[in-house]
């Protein structure tokens, strides 16, 4: 409300029309986190939780405080109190109103609901962590089925050299579709570039908010001195007659001044930096949409090959490759910018400054903000180097790694039949094993 009051013609008007701009906004984050979340399948209950979390309960910590303390205020609450009252004229923030906007009513009931509840919560929050940990457990285990049938089978074929023959084949396609491959890889490159320097030019432009610094105003009785020139004559004293004498009075004036609050500005700061980290840290991990190479990558090797060939072994193909493009992952980012904040406590003392001092006030919130964007400049440089260093990394090492993966696919086999009963026999088992726990999974 402090930031868009004025939009409004009374609290009538605000109150409503803040909390459903809000909850537009709650909902349209929710709305791309869970889309961001499409990749993380195991994690699909949080997404759940979060989209029947809304609507949001919208709180003032501030205005329960004032509702509850009475005069017993700070010097910091009483200031708020007087910006409060000065919003909209002939009204006042009572009490009642206080509470109102404050709005604690709501969240102790849902406090209430939960200790009364507690247990079927914590029951259910306990049933949905082992559903996604049972999700995962039947992944792996089928990764493992997986693989053990495929060498499995190739023990049973037993034929080294047509294996060694298809692999050579497999490979020979493999490095004649590289650069396709490499194509895939510097597409995403480029998208990660503009992703961020987009990032980079949104938090630009969010900067200039934050190096604004709001002015109010305000009144005060100001004391000062007048003098005036009176008789000192008496009558009964004539020697005095004609003299006079200066008398001074003090008296008061209400004088107008322009004041800025120092909290406000150092708040402004703090929500600028949370901000400014979750923001980064979100645009590196959205920077490369790792599904979706990961989906052009197995795309570009199922064109280089016919499944339906007889005698092809799509297994051969496949999970090398799903070996391979699990190897694939981004970095992340930690922002510490939190000394910059302190800064600004540090060059003032009070709580409001006047008059040349508002101006100082905003030189170094604009200096502080132009020191803040330069390290997330820096940071982005960096997140940006790292992220395509490592795809260039990856994009070098994919098909050597996978024709590596492949290869060890014939040495397994060529150590596998010097003792084949025997791991035939350990084969069965490792099978039968996982069968049981996928069984007892209920997968």
Known sequence: MLDEYHNYSSIQQALPAITQKLNNVATQNVKAVCQQGQDHEHESYIFVALNKALPPIFISSRCFDLAT???????????????????????????????????FKPVREKLDEVRQNKESILSGRLDEIIRGARREQVRILRDIQNDISHRRKMLVEGDLEAMSAQQQSIIDRLKRGEQRIVHAFEQQMQVARNKMAETLNDLKRFSLDAKRVETQSGSRQEAYEVSRTVSASTWYKPWSWGSTRTVYSTEYRTVSYSYANVQ?????????????????NTSVINAVNLKQLKEAIKGIIRDMFDFSEEGFDPQAVMMPLESALGRLTMPTIDLDLDRHIDTVRQQFTSTEVENDDIDRLRQEQGRIVGVLVNEMAAEVDTSV???????????????????????????????????????????????????????????
Not at 80 to 102: D, H, I, Q
Not at 421 to 437: A, G, I
């Open 69 to 103: 303390k009475g005069e017993q205020l700070s010097e910091e609450e009483r200031h708020t109190l007087n910006n409060l009252n000065g919003m909209f004229p002939g009204f006042e923030f009572s009490e009642p109103v206080l509470n109102a906007v404050a709005n």
């Open 264 to 280: 406000d500005a150092v708040d402004k700061l703090e929500l600028f930096v949370f901000e400014t980290e979750k923001q980064l």
């Open 385 to 443: 180097a790292e992220i395509l260093g490592r795809l260039s990394v990856e994009k070098d090492q994919f098909i050597p790694e996978l024709t590596q993966d492949l290869n060890a696919q014939v040495e397994q086999l060529s150590q596998d039949l010097q003792d084949s009963e025997q791991k035939m026999t350990e084969y069965n088992q490792v099978l039968e094993l996982v069968s049981e726990d996928l069984e007892k999974l209920g997968a």
